[in-house]
């Protein structure tokens, strides 16, 4: 089964470091100036996840929550914003944080509570869920209508 295959029928993850590999993996297929929304509960591995593309992308800087910061910038092959939108409590605070002045390409914006940011247009969609056994499970989901960014 080929990496897109196995993120559409839901990528398995049973520990940290596969978590970690399934971004690393993701990172290999996205394409650059993407927006991606990155949508689970709390603890569900979304900021594990991130590690991992960041890997992907040459980037060995620590990798944390940007939930108090509400983004924060990483530079490797591309220019990674990983952007925790939990603490936004409407669509307009985007603006005044002016994040669109970060998004210099090559880019790769991976924002968390994107739900947050209310309509906005994301090359792709992750969900992520936790089953039963404690593992995790990763969903992608194509946005079709998106004009600038495919996989693969």
Known sequence: MDIISRFRSGYESNSPEETVEAGWFFGSIMAENSMVA?????????????????????????ITSPTFNIFLLY????????????????PREIEAI??????????????????????FHWDYRLGFSINSMGGRIIRLEIDETGTSNTIG
């Open 75 to 90: 530079s490797g092959r591309i220019n990674l914003l990983h952007m925790d939108a939990y603490r936004l409590n409407h």
């Open 98 to 119: 002016a994040l669109e002045d970060f998004l210099i390409p090559p880019f790769g914006l991976l924002v968390e509570w994107p739900d947050n940011l209310g309509l």
């Open 38 to 62: 990155l949508a689970g509960d709390f603890g569900a591995g979304k900021t594990t996840f991130v590690r991992g593309v960041a890997k992907f992308f040459g980037i060995m800087d620590s």
